[in-house]
T-cell receptor, first 113, second 110 residues
Framework: DTGVSQNPRHKITKRGQNVTFRCDPISEHNRLYWYRQTLGQGPEFLTYFQNEAQLEKSRLLSDRFSAERPKGSFSTLEIQRTEQGDSAMYLCASSGQGADEQFFGPGTRLTVL | AQSVTQLDSQVPVFEEAPVELRCNYSSSVSVYLFWYVQYPNQGLQLLLK??????LVKGINGFEAEFNKSQTSFHLRKPSVHISDTAEYFCAVSKGKSTFGDGTTLTVKP
């Protein structure tokens, strides 16, 4: 069990560029979650998958954000036309079916200049 | 809908003193409750969880929490803190997705 991994750990980009983050969950976990955390705040829910199905999306997830989990394993989160307000830590978590304990990855810190 | 309120944004304490970090929640359905710790530039580490059963839950690093259904609270306690406990602590409720409080910064002073 290698835990949840996220890549890259840090990303600096210019406003208007697109960025993509990857999350690899714990291998036997079928649920995968994305959260966003800004300075001084708790993580905010963005979206989650059960296997390859995206079951819920927060209204925080504007049309510039898209998440996929094509084979029910790893997931990607893409942000198009980044804005300075997108600067945050993006956290991924996974859990097994029927288990509400989520295991978090180390996060990807995005800085938009 | 579910929400979490962490009643103290910052808690300074001296080393070896006891500490309590307060958490109230609201939910229209029964939920699971969690406390996480976050060190700078790191992800969240689970301290303890309440799923069912005994209302007193023991976690890692000497922390414990008590679930109080009537008061909708889940306060975190430690009888004697160490410098290394300095970190951000988050209370969360979960039914599927998790809803987090805004965190409490615990600063342990020598």
């Amino acid at each position: 069990d290698t835990g949840v991994s996220q890549n890259p750990r840090h990303k600096i980009t210019k406003r208007g560029q697109n960025v993509t983050f990857r999350c690899d969950p714990i291998s036997e976990h079928n649920r995968l979650y994305w959260y966003r955390q800004t300075l001084g705040q708790g993580p905010e829910f963005l979206t989650y998958f059960q296997n390859e199905a995206q079951l819920e999306k927060s209204r925080l997830l504007s049309d510039r954000f898209s998440a996929e989990r094509p084979k029910g394993s790893f997931s990607t989160l893409e942000i198009q036309r980044t804005e300075q307000g997108d600067s945050a830590m993006y956290l991924c978590a996974s859990s097994g079916q029927g288990a509400d304990e989520q295991f978090f990855g180390p996060g990807t810190r995005l800085t938009v200049l | 809908a579910q929400s979490v309120t962490q009643l103290d944004s910052q808690v300074p304490v001296f080393e070896e003193a006891p500490v309590e970090l307060r958490c109230n929640y609201s939910s229209s359905v029964s939920v699971y409750l969690f406390w996480y710790v976050q060190y700078p530039n790191q992800g969240l580490q689970l301290l303890l969880k309440y799923l069912s059963g005994s209302t007193l839950v023991k976690g890692i690093n000497g922390f414990e929490a008590e679930f109080n259904k009537s008061q909708t609270s889940f306060h975190l306690r430690k009888p004697s803190v160490h410098i290394s406990d300095t970190a951000e602590y988050f209370c969360a409720v979960s039914k599927g997705k998790s809803t987090f409080g805004d965190g409490t910064t615990l600063t342990v002073k020598p």
